[in-house]
């Protein structure tokens, strides 16, 4: 740990990767963990890639009372999943952004309101986030005047070197006009640039009056440094890449060895009982 942190008075959480498990299981000691912090008067957020429908199965099993940041702050709801605000991608770019995603051989996935859609039914990783989550997405060749409405635009691939290229591609084509990070190893998503978990934190802080350096904050992956570097305390889970964990304040256990549970307990919990 680089150094003890201070008041915590809010933890935001990734999904993918730190709340949940590999295969997205999130297990009796994580959600012992939240309920704890909330006996301690820490509040507790969520904020992920997933639509908001992705992170329903979440919020009531952790008590979440605070506002949810679906699409990496793409789109803010409520509890009850009634929207509070949406930031889009002009659709001009929108459709750029496609073709670049199809031109560097990655598939293209496309999140609007509440649709998911894809172009073929049977492509890479479309089942297994039809299971994460949990309802079925569109089949569209052609995306239309849907793509107006676009909130995230994913690049799906395998291959790391091709996934890698397309986000540097993006990010040099529009520059502060999007943001492109890697949510997994294997998804680009692409947002309107104020859908990124840095602003998630400045957006938390506004709506709670919490301020951010008392805004803990916990991830694995690329995009979750913005949230790091906007907050008071960054952990950094096992699981997560040397660039991501030297961004961070502290590393814990890895998502399938009760890493998040381990991080409540140890940097939040404790820290505060002997401050």
Sequence with gaps: MRHKPGKISLL?????????????????????????????????AITSG????GMAMLIAPLGI???????????????????????????????????????NKLDAWLYAGSEWLVHWRDAPHVAR?????QFEPTVARDFGARIDRAVKIVGVSDDKVKIETCG??????????????????????????????????????????????EIATIGDMPNDVDMFRKSGFAIAMGNACHDVKDEADAVTSDCDN??????????????RATR
């Design 168 to 213: 540097r591609r993006v990010r040099e084509r529009f520059g502060t006009k999007v943001s492109a990070a890697l949510s997994q190893p294997y998804y680009l998503d692409v947002t309107n640039p104020r859908a990124n978990k840095g602003s998630v934190v400045e957006a938390l802080s506004r709506a709670l009056g919490i301020h951010a350096d």
């Design 50 to 53: 997933r639509p908001p429908r």
């Design 12 to 44: 935001l959480a990734d999904v993918d990767g730190t709340l949940v498990t590999r295969e997205k299981v999130l297990t009796e000691r994580a959600k012992t963990a939240v309920a704890t912090l909330r006996q301690a008067g820490i509040r507790f």
């Design 129 to 133: 986030e039809q299971k994460t989550v």
């Design 258 to 271: 009760e890493g998040f549970a381990e991080a409540v307990e140890r940097f939040i919990l404790d820290q």
């Design 65 to 103: 009372d605070t506002p949810v940041a679906a699409f990496n702050g793409g789109l803010f709801v409520n509890p009850d999943l009634t929207p509070i605000e949406e930031r889009l991608l002009p659709g001009d770019i929108a459709r750029e952004v496609v073709g670049m995603i199809l031109d």
